[in-house]
Nanobody, 125 residues
Framework: QVQLVESGGGLVQSGGSKTLSCAVS????????MNWVRQAPGKGLEWVSD????????NYSDSVKGRFTITRDNSKNTLYLQMDSLKPEDTALYYC??????????????????WGQGAQVTVSS
């Protein structure tokens, strides 16, 4: 079955760095756009970043642009998020999620169809 398992979370000081990993199984990893999504305490879900099938195209939210880097290793079925210059407001539960796209009514429609269990990142001030 499809599984996404995040690792690498923990406590880090403000200004520090941390790398999250998401190991996937149960599907052909290289066929899917992948995402990082986070949820801060008491807040809703926030999309952080995505990466295309081969890793040649990436996108970031304004809140993390220039500080976070998303990559993937299709030979290892693993997604990464390198987080630098961390701020207390980056404290959140970080999820990796798979994008599922379908085409109908003349356009593409996308949603996240599988999620990991989340990795907690806490940034102390």
């Amino acid at each position: 079955q499809v599984q996404l398992v995040e690792s690498g979370g923990g406590l880090v000081q403000s200004g520090g760095s941390k790398t999250l990993s998401c190991a996937v199984s149960g599907f052909t990893f290289s066929n899917y756009i992948m995402n990082w999504v986070r949820q801060a305490p008491g807040k809703g879900l926030e999309w952080v970043s995505d990466i295309n099938w081969g890793g040649s195209s990436t996108n970031y939210s304004d809140s993390v642009k220039g500080r976070f880097t998303i990559t993937r290793d299709n030979s290892k079925n693993t997604l990464y998020l390198q987080m630098d210059s961390l701020k207390p407001e980056d404290t959140a539960l970080y999820y990796c999620a798979r994008t599922f796209r379908t085409y109908y009514d003349g356009s593409y429609h996308a949603r996240y169809d599988y999620w990991g269990q989340g990795a907690q990142v806490t940034v102390s001030s």
